[in-house]
């Protein structure tokens, strides 16, 4: 292996974009590599000349496999982590909640701690799933922090792999204590790493997206002490009487309603000592008629004062959300340059494919965002928002709505095919409300951008966004009253039809854009993947890579873009013949791989089929002078940390 001719000197220092203290270069010390999410590591010894030769030096097979051969019924979903690498040892939390400590120059295990959540059964959203942990040390103590699928936040000493018994009841805290309807490792757990600023963690909640009744769990986000667990302060994500934003919750039902949680990661400054936390939609996802208003926090970017949880600023990305349309991912600090002046800003990208982009210590927006006039709901008892924000600055990321100009139109008798198939639904421009028909909603519901977010080069202040283009179709049905007391619930027909497997509208279905911050501009997109170029219907075209409709997850370099793809879906449905051809089987599977780009022209420089799918970011480390890539991949028996470094 080759050795890094230079090594920056492993220093605390302040990375001009994050405006908060920085891992020593050649860590990665948080599940986004720093506290403001911004999946970046200077090192560059793997580099446009070099990442032709990266070959897997280790595979770690995940301790969970143990656990599954014993206990069949606990099937692990996939393993959604990126590890943390601090002082020279490499942390992973596997997909049942195993926490585990490895050498990273080999993959051997140091020790092993199971808290055994997952004997509290399966969670009810997401199954067995973990998308990380979280490090603080006060220079002497050193901690992993653990939100668990049975809803309990643990503390474990990072040197030894024991339970911290000085924290909480035990080592542990129960989240769920005093929440009405929540019912453990059912329509509650913790998927999502805790954030710690300012030696206070901060835990949210995944709360079950298939509500039976108006009355959920709600998503209340938490502050603790991280040496002792005491609760700080508790923010309820739907404002209760007398609280700020109680108003927009028509009817009383904030006292009914659920939801409105922090699912996804949380961001940090440790310098201004904020938080920053992307909520969800409230229940239903799909129908707002028990909850009149525009219901706030829904799907609002809200900052707090980490020490007291006040509330400094807050936005709301959707008013009255009836599209699933979450806020993600992990929002993104960066300090940008705007007209000459130094903005410590924050950008949150979305679902609907918008980047909103804020002063992160005021909220104020870094370029205009408007309230524009958007399609009305005719489903009774349905009061749908009149308008909605639209950021002026940056483009939209993702293919917004549906329109005749976005269908696929490679040839004439497409173009009138897709025309055909999208008929017998509701479609028009984003936010048009779902029906009794059927409404086709592009983005759907796995965006757009979702929980692998984007990655932010601090250097040249560019934000690159992988998103995928998945339309759904949204038909309302009347639940069983015996079993739900919602008026609607999404059922009928879920996926839009296809054309023999190809989707109805236009490529590219899997992207990542690349975006100028300091200007708001598109600096150049890439189709991520083949996708279905070679279909029958297209294989004589000899049409470019369109892009697979895959969830890719990104991690940015000195000089390069890493990209890892999983399996996602383009949306099913029934198959239409096209100009009297008979069917086919559809489409080819899509291999998964691992990429590198040239981050400064979207180039794809490399690619990588991994023996197992990878989901998560990967992350990059140097250690005793050769810099790793790690990446997890797979799930069940399969799942495995695999790491890559330069070859002889």
């Not at 006292?255 to 922090?262: A, I, L, P, R």
């Not at 008013?319 to 960066?334: F, K, N, R, S, T």
């Not at 494919?353 to 408007?370: A, S």
Request: hydrophobic content about 40%; proline content about 9%; aromatic content about 10%.
């Amino acid at each position: 292996m080759r050795k890094v001719g230079v090594l920056i000197a492993l220093t605390v220092c302040l990375n001009g974009a994050s405006g908060a203290q920085s891992p020593p270069v050649g860590e990665w010390t948080h599940y986004g590599g720093n506290a403001a999410s911004q999946k970046y590591s200077a090192l560059d010894q793997i580099n446009k000349d070099t990442v032709g030769k990266l070959k897997i030096a280790w595979r770690w097979t995940s301790s969970d496999n143990a656990v599954v051969a014993a206990n069949p019924l606990s099937r692990p979903g996939m393993y959604h982590d990126t590890p943390l690498m601090v002082k020279g040892v490499l942390y992973t939390v596997t997909s049942l909640g195993q926490i585990v400590a490895l050498n990273p120059a080999t993959g051997a295990s140091l020790w092993v701690f199971d808290p055994a959540n997952w004997k509290s059964g399966r969670p009810g959203n997401l199954g067995f799933v973990h998308r990380g942990i979280s490090y603080w040390t006060d220079g002497t103590k050193e901690r992993l922090l653990l939100g668990t699928s049975d809803a309990y936040l643990i503390s474990v000493d990072a040197k030894s792999g024991a339970l911290d018994t000085t924290f909480g009841q035990g080592g542990r805290i129960d989240l769920m204590a005093g929440l009405a309807n929540a019912v453990r490792s059912t329509n509650y757990s913790v998927t999502a790493a805790p954030i710690i600023c300012r030696d206070v963690v901060v835990v949210g909640a995944s709360i079950h997206d298939g509500p039976t009744h108006k009355e959920w769990p709600r998503g209340d986000v938490s502050g603790f002490d991280v040496r002792t667990g005491k609760r700080l302060w508790t923010l309820h994500s739907i404002p209760q009487k007398g609280e700020f934003g109680n108003e927009t919750w028509g009817d009383d039902s904030f006292s009914y309603s659920g939801s409105t949680n922090v699912w996804t990661n949380m961001s940090a400054d440790e310098e201004l000592g904020y938080v920053y936390l992307p909520f969800g939609t409230p229940t239903d996802d799909w129908f707002g008629g028990h909850r009149p208003g525009a219901n706030l926090f829904a799907e609002s970017l809200v900052a707090l004062d980490v020490k007291t949880g006040k509330r400094m600023w807050h936005f709301q990305a959707v008013h009255h959300g009836i599209w699933d349309y979450d806020l993600p991912a992990a929002p993104v600090l960066a300090d940008i340059r705007v007209d000459g002046k130094v903005v410590k800003a924050v950008a949150q990208v979305s679902k609907q494919g918008f980047t909103y982009v804020f002063d992160r210590r005021t909220g104020v927006p870094v370029w205009p965002i408007e309230e524009r006039p958007v399609p009305q709901s005719t489903v009774p008892g349905e009061r749908s928002s009149p308008t909605q924000p639209f950021p002026t600055k940056p483009p939209a990321f993702e293919r917004q709505g549906v329109t005749e100009s976005d269908l696929i139109d490679f040839t004439p008798e497409l173009k009138q095919a897709a025309l055909a198939a999208i008929k017998p639904f509701e479609y028009g421009p984003l936010f048009t409300p779902p029906t009794e028909k059927g409404t086709i909603a592009l983005p759907g519901w796995v965006g757009g951008a979702n929980w692998a977010g984007a990655a932010f080069d601090p250097e040249q202040g560019t934000l690159y966004i992988p998103s995928l283009t998945s339309p759904i179709v949204i038909q309302l049905v009347k639940p069983d009253p015996t079993k739900s007391n919602l008026l609607y619930v999404r059922g009928g027909v879920q996926a839009p039809p296809t054309l023999d497997g190809l989707p109805v509208v236009k490529p590219p279905y899997g992207r990542v854009t690349a975006i100028d911050l300091n200007k708001g501009d598109t600096k150049w997109v890439a189709p991520v993947g083949d996708g279905p170029r070679n279909h029958p219907l297209l294989k004589d075209l000899n049409l470019p890579a369109l892009g697979a409709a895959l969830r890719n997850a990104p991690m940015v370099t000195k000089s390069l873009l890493f990209i890892a793809t999983g399996q996602g879906n383009l949306g099913g449905g029934r198959a239409l013949p096209v100009g009297g051809r008979p069917l086919t089987t559809g489409l080819p599977a899509e291999p998964v791989k691992l990429r590198a780009f040239d981050k400064a022209t979207g180039a794809l420089l490399w690619e990588f089929v991994p023996p197992s799918q990878p989901l998560a970011s990967p992350m990059t480390y140097s250690y005793q002078g050769v810099q790793y890539l790690v990446v997890a991949a797979g799930s069940g028996p399969s799942a495995e940390l695999i790491a890559f470094t330069l070859g002889s």
